[in-house]
């Protein structure tokens, strides 16, 4: 076979594959996928339309970020900005809640200091799921700051909440001791007035000779 | 003619580069949020024939990722499919590197929720849906089958959702085991949103083949 056959072979072979591969790529799949999705099941519940639409909107969201940046020109509305923000923090003082060092602890209640109070009670939340008692301070000093009283009851309980035991230091201890406790009425009931035995006692218990 | 060979030669590579392109990089998107447990648990304690006490104890989300044997830094995620169909599942994911994913452990068998009621105030604009839902729902830990965790809870709560996010915040009530039985109270919440893409390299995945399960 000739070299220009075989160039002229490979080249209209490899056109034709880069065509298919770029349709292939460039094909939308997550709105393909979505339509897919929508028209499947016609009866979700409720609990997975939620899911559904707020999976939508993160993507949706995503989007139009991306569609910001790439373009310069900022199109969103400051509030849109901010909401997802703060959607971001909390996010983030959430990953920092599932880590055990000091300096991740350090963050979480630095932002129990920011002027935002969505900011401060996601920063209570990632203090509870940190699950340190060395947040407790930080935490009754904040509730000593704030003038907002459902804050500072949130702050408390976040406090008195680490002070208690942890399940996992519970069972490490060995489980909660057997309960001997008798069951008894916890609230006090009035004397039922005595009455006269249902069975008649054994003759023996009567002194009765047999 | 080595020139001609050579080019020949680099656009059938280029060709067999392309094919197999073709048979895989399906990119999936789904959003992945923190799920975070936090409730008191109430359980009596030693006492006397005249007092009776009560023992609290606190469970938090590392609490149950130590039950679910993940490690201190693991973390508990809600994932749910945004291009694909399937289920929303609970995975237990292990930190990753920089350049190296951790791994994760599908625990959605471990957890269950169900919604009993639910109203929502929305609106829809721009094809985004903002407002808020609320609902009463059923939240379960564990059970009592071979190999369940140490502890369970079945717990019911009133949840607000946020339409825009998906985030939701779920105040509950209900009994438990914590190696004795419970009363609990608390908080389950989901937060977060992140968007994240996996790959499916199965060279034979088609269209017509999906049959949604995931």
């Known amino acids: 076979m000739r ?10 072979l490899a056109v034709v594959l880069g065509a298919a591969t770029y349709y292939k790529l460039s094909r939308p799949v997550a709105q393909t996928e979505q339509q897919q999705l929508v028209g499947s099941d016609p009866t979700p519940s409720a609990g997975e339309q939620l899911q559904v639409k707020a999976a939508e909107n993160v993507a949706a969201s995503r989007f139009q970020e991306e569609s910001t940046t790439t373009s310069g020109i900022p199109v969103l509305a400051p509030e849109v900005t901010h909401s997802n923000y703060i959607v971001q923090r909390t996010a983030k003082l959430m990953d920092l809640a599932m880590e055990n060092d000091d300096s991740s ?17 996601a920063a209570t939340e990632a203090a509870i799921q940190f699950s340190s008692r060395d947040a407790i301070p930080a935490l009754l000093d904040a509730a000593n700051r704030t003038e907002d009283p459902k804050e500072k009851q949130a702050l408390v309980e976040a406090a008195e909440f680490l002070k208690l035991p942890s399940l996992t230091e519970v069972r490490a201890a060995g489980g909660f001791r ?11 009931m009035p004397r039922p007035p005595p009455r006269a035995p249902v069975i008649a006692p054994a003759p023996e218990a009567l002194g009765v000779p047999q | 003619m080595k020139h001609m ?10 060709a067999a580069t392309a094919a197999s392109t073709i048979a895989q990089d399906i990119t999936l998107t789904s959003s992945a949020q923190n799920l975070n447990v936090a409730l008191t648990g109430y359980v009596q304690g ?10 609290r104890v606190r469970i938090t989300t590392k609490d149950l990722v130590g039950m679910l044997e993940g490690s201190s830094r693991a973390r508990l995620m809600l994932i749910t499919p945004v291009d694909y169909e ?11 590197t920089r350049n190296q994913p951790g791994e994760e452990f599908d625990v959605t068998d471990v957890f269950y929720s169900e919604t009993y009621a639910v109203v929502e105030k929305s609106r829809v604009k721009n094809d985004r849906v903002t407002g808020t839902q609320y609902s009463i729902d059923r939240f379960t830990f564990g059970g009592d089958w071979e190999g369940a965790p140490e502890a369970w809870y079945d717990l019911q709560g009133y949840t607000t959702s946020n339409l825009s996010n998906g985030a939701f915040n779920s105040t509950v009530n209900g009994v438990g085991w914590v190696g004795s039985d419970a009363v609990m109270t608390g908080k389950i919440s989901a937060t977060g949103g992140k968007l994240e893409t996996f790959v499916i390299p199965d060279p034979d995945w088609t269209d017509d083949e999906d049959n949604g399960d995931w």
């Not at chain 1, 057997?178 to 006090?188: C, E, I």
């Not at chain 2, 060979?5 to 656009?11: E, H, K, L, S």
């Not at chain 2, 399937?86 to 990753?96: F, K």
């Open chain 1, 178 to 188: 057997a309960v001997t406790f008798k069951a008894k009425p916890l609230r006090k």
């Open chain 1, 3 to 12: 070299p220009t056959t075989i160039l002229a072979v490979a080249a209209a």
């Open chain 2, 5 to 14: 060979i050579r080019f020949a030669v680099t656009g059938m590579v280029l």
């Open chain 1, 105 to 121: 602890l350090q963050t979480i209640l630095a932002e129990l200091n920011n002027r935002d109070p969505a900011i401060r009670a």
């Open chain 2, 86 to 96: 399937g289920d929303v599942a609970v995975v237990l994911r292990e930190p990753g």
């Open chain 2, 46 to 55: 030693e006492g006397t024939d005249t007092i009776a006490n009560v023992q």
